[in-house]
């Protein structure tokens, strides 16, 4: 059995930005609007010669009622499924109240969990990341998904939490 990593977060943090990073390939829905991708989604991923199974989730809004109702559910089914759970949030938008949420939800998940912030492109890491040390899920990994920055050292932190 491959060992499974979902990525989850709220919506537009870059989650399929990182998945389609991490699969190399052009299968899941990247866009600008927010919800996109409503399933979950599976991915093979290699992480430094280690095979793994990736899930893309549509994200959690904090909204639970129709469209991000069934969101949030299949986001807590790919949670349910992992060995790993890598929670996603956005430098630009700092931390959010959902994302507080959310990270309280993994807390009392008891699963091994990483913390990566994307967009980091642009920002200053000193002062961005601070903040996210807060949530008490350790220290943020800083990615830039979108430009591959910090994917190859995101894929070691996975590895080493398996
Ligand atoms: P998802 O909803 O979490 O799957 O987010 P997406 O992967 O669809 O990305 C949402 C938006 O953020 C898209 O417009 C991406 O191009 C953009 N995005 C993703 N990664 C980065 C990044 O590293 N830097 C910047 N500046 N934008 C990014
Ligand atoms: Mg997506």
Known sequence: ML??????????????TLFNQLTRSRDALVADMPGL???????????????????DTGGITGEEEGIDWEMAKQ???AMQEADLVVFLCDARDGLTPVDE????EL????????LVVNKIDGLNPDI???EFFAVGL????????AHGRGVSLLG???LARL
């Not at 499974?4 to 943090?13: E, F, H, M, S, T």
């Not at 949420?101 to 309280?104: H, N, P």
């Not at 350790?138 to 998904?145: N, Q, S, V, W």
């Open 3 to 16: 060992p499974v990593i979902a990525l989850v977060g709220r919506p537009n943090v870059g989650k399929s």
């Open 37 to 55: 991708t409503r399933d979950r989604k599976y991915g093979h991923a290699e992480l430094h010669g280690h095979r793994v199974i990736l899930i």
């Open 75 to 77: 986001s807590r089914l």
């Open 101 to 104: 949420e959310l990270a309280q």
């Open 107 to 114: 807390r009392q998940l008891n699963k091994a969990c990483l």
């Open 128 to 130: 961005a990341l601070p």
């Open 138 to 145: 350790g220290e943020p990994a800083a990615i830039a998904a």
């Open 156 to 158: 070691e932190a996975m």
